[in-house]
Nanobody, 125 residues
Framework: QVQLVESGGGLVQAGGSLRLSCAAS????????MGWFRQAPGKEREFVAS?????????RYADPVKGRFTVYRDNAENTVYLQMDSLKPEDTAVYYC?????????????????WGQGTQVTVSS
């Protein structure tokens, strides 16, 4: 059974930081590109960041988070992370990690093979 289990969400004040983790099991982690999406109340799910399948893989970021968020992975731990710094109230959303053998499926915001359950991030002003 493939599982993507997220942790690290919570409540933080504007300007603060959080690190989200997504631990994968039931798949060969190093074969999968990973991505992060978020969905705010009343809005569509949007792409946040992605990383290719290698430790130290190539990364992509959505414009609103560039310079503030960092995605990285540790294939020895089967875990992908999203480091979020300088958080803004506009970052408030449920954050989801995903995995797919095709990077295009993630970058094009198509339906990736696997999704995590989501974790709530709330940024107060």
């Amino acid at each position: 059974q493939v599982q993507l289990v997220e942790s690290g969400g919570g409540l933080v004040q504007a300007g603060g930081s959080l690190r989200l983790s997504c631990a994968a099991s039931g798949l060969t982690f190093s074969n999968y590109h990973m991505g992060w999406f978020r969905q705010a109340p009343g809005k569509e799910r949007e792409f946040v960041a992605s990383i290719t399948r290698y430790t130290g893989g190539s990364t992509r970021y959505a414009d609103p988070v560039k310079g503030r968020f960092t995605v990285y992975r540790d294939n020895a731990e089967n875990t992908v992370y999203l480091q979020m710094d300088s958080l803004k109230p506009e970052d408030t959303a449920v954050y989801y990690c995903c995995a797919d053998l095709s990077l295009h499926q993630i970058l094009a915001s198509l339906a990736p093979q696997y999704w995590g359950q989501g974790t709530q991030v709330t940024v107060s002003s």
